[in-house]
């Protein structure tokens, strides 16, 4: 047996009727819902966007920024004012920061390259040069690394390249030994 599905007419007819039929009561409940839901709405909203702003400078932030000769933008890291896992607490231009020593070995890397390295601080309509010289200050040696910033920076990248922590997984769940694990299965 078919049943006729109502219209839309009559379907935004029949709401109409509930909407209009609804006491003082049902409206205040209903009004602090909304209310409730809106907040809700507009906090993940909010929370959202400051999870993505985090990488975006924002006025009172300090970088470590390199420029060439036409000072142009190169490059940029940036300095902390609060301590955080992998940062080491160092003194430039008599003001306290700390910074990754990946970011130590780049600024003597740029000055090698002839860029000019210095804190610049984002003062939101651009960025104003509070110390020079950056490189010179502190070095690899002050975090107790004694080869040059190249080779840190080389060897950074292959202890951290992803086929390298793969294979430390990998290591990690082998429960076979490397000569049963290459071979086949006919050879089993």
Excluded at 64 to 93: A, Q
Excluded at 144 to 152: L, Y
């Amino acid at each position: 047996m078919l049943v006729n599905a109502p219209s839309n007419s009559d379907w935004v007819s029949q709401k109409v009727n509930i909407i209009e039929n609804l006491s003082r009561h049902e409206w205040n409940v209903l009004s602090v819902i909304m209310k409730k839901f809106s907040a809700i709405f507009t906090f993940l909203c909010l929370l959202t966007g400051s999870v993505h702003a985090g990488a975006i400078p924002r006025p009172g932030d300090f970088f470590l920024i390199s420029r060439n000769d036409g000072g142009i933008f190169v490059g940029s890291h940036k300095l902390f004012e609060e301590y955080s896992s992998g940062l080491t607490k160092v003194s430039y231009c008599q003001r306290d920061y700390f910074v990754r020593a990946q970011s130590v070995a780049w600024t003597q890397i740029e000055s090698k390259r002839g860029n000019t390295v210095r804190i610049e601080l984002n003062f939101g309509r651009g960025w104003r040069p509070i110390c020079l010289e950056p490189e010179t200050q502190v070095t690899l040696k002050d975090f107790g690394i004694s080869i040059s910033a190249e080779d840190f920076l080389k060897g950074e990248l292959d202890e951290n390249s992803p086929k390298s922590r793969l294979s430390a997984v990998r290591a990690v769940f082998q429960t076979k030994s490397p000569e049963e694990e290459n071979k086949s299965y006919h050879t089993r």
